[in-house]
């Protein structure tokens, strides 16, 4: 069975920092790219940040660049996406999905998806 745990979400204040947690299971990891996506209440869900099988990595929106960034652990078969400078806009339900090799910013476009976990930064 094809699992993505998402976890590490919370309730954090303006300019503190948190850490996503994405554990995968039932598929080869190595050979998956992973994406985070945020969607916040009334508002279309966004992609975030993305690392492919290579590891490297795409910011795939401009709010997060310089703040937030993503790895992997390849043999814990996790991803991970460290938030700093927190703002009450990056408040959402956050997920991870994976796809063949390559980031994609449609999340339309990837194969398997997690729960989500809620952030919240009050202001």
């Known amino acids: 069975e094809v699992q993505l745990q998402a976890s590490g979400g919370g309730l954090v204040q303006a300019g503190g920092s948190l850490r996503l947690s994405c554990a995968a299971s039932g598929f080869t990891f190595d050979d998956y790219a992973i994406g985070w996506f945020r969607q916040a209440p009334g508002k279309e869900r966004e992609g975030v940040s993305c690392?492919?099988?290579?590891?490297?990595?795409?910011s795939l929106t401009d709010s997060v660049k310089g703040r937030f960034t993503i790895s992997r652990d390849n043999a814990e078969n996790t991803a991970y996406l460290q938030m700093n400078s927190l703002k009450p806009e990056d408040t959402a339900v956050y997920y991870c999905a994976a796809r063949n090799y390559y980031c994609a910013k449609t999340g339309s476009l990837y194969k398997y998806w997690g729960q989500g976990t809620q952030v919240t930064v009050s202001s």
């Open positions: 690392i492919s099988v290579s590891k490297s990595t795409q």
